[in-house]
């Protein structure tokens, strides 16, 4: 069974840093493309970024130069460095599989609260 | 890369079909055929209802179905159910200038059972 479970969320000042993870089981992370989404307090969804499976990475352009993707091959594992936080970052981080095949995210984790605020 | 365009709100009564529109633009929606549809129950994890415009994951019910009509998609639920109630998002794969993938996610729709 394939899920994913996001941790390292919490609340971190403006100009901080945080690190999320996103735990996968049921398939490997390296061999899939891997994404993360994020949705402010009452707002809809925003793609963050994403991963190939090669190592290629690509960023909303809200984040690129703060955000760096990667990912843990042996502990099959997904990461979202966050630094330089800004109060408009605040929001629920989603990390989700990207089926190449189907051209979607088919599987989602149940997200983590992140809460930029001094 | 604007997000697509939905209605904040549609609701219907136990047993009717409603349907949710995505409308975006020939660079996304209008110019692939890689529109899906998402179900967000608040708290939980979004779950994948069409991909590629108008099919169905393995083991989805038929009563969720997906088409497209030039730049806009539509999501269609019949015989609403009181479980139906949730938001709805529409996403459609890109490509930059620079040919970076990228998703763009509809406004989402909230959906209420009446």
């Known amino acids: 069974e394939v899920q994913l479970v996001e941790s390292g969320g919490g609340l971190v000042q403006p100009g901080g840093s945080l690190r999320l993870s996103c735990v996968a089981s049921g398939f490997t992370v390296s061999s899939n493309y891997m994404s993360w989404v994020r949705q402010a307090p009452g707002k809809g969804l925003e793609w963050v970024s994403l991963i190939y499976s090669g190592g290629s990475t690509f960023y909303a352009d809200s984040v690129k130069g703060r955000f760096t993707i990667s990912r843990d091959i042996p502990k099959n594992t997904l990461y979202l460095q966050m630094n330089s936080l800004r109060a408009e970052d605040t929001a629920v981080y989603y990390c989700?599989?990207?089926?190449?095949?189907?051209?979607?995210?088919?599987?989602w984790g149940q997200g983590i609260l992140v809460t930029v605020s001094s | 890369h604007s997000a697509l365009t939905q209605p904040a709100s549609v609701s219907g009564s136990l047993g009717q079909s409603i349907t949710i529109s995505c409308t975006g633009m020939i660079t996304d929606v209008g110019g692939r055929h890689f529109v899906s549809w998402f179900q967000h129950h608040p708290g939980k994890a979004p779950k994948l209802l069409i991909f590629e415009v108008s099919n169905r994951p393995s083991g989805l019910s038929n009563r969720f179905s997906g088409s497209k009509s030039g730049n806009t998609a539509s999501l269609t639920i019949s015989g609403l159910q009181a479980e139906d109630e949730a938001d709805y998002y529409c996403?459609?794969?890109?490509?930059?200038?620079?040919?970076?993938?990228?998703?763009?996610f509809g406004t989402g729709t909230k959906v209420t059972v009446l």
């Open positions: 996403n459609s794969y890109s490509t930059s200038d620079t040919l970076a993938r990228f998703y763009v």
């Open positions: 989700a599989r990207d089926n190449t095949d189907m051209v979607t995210l088919d599987y």
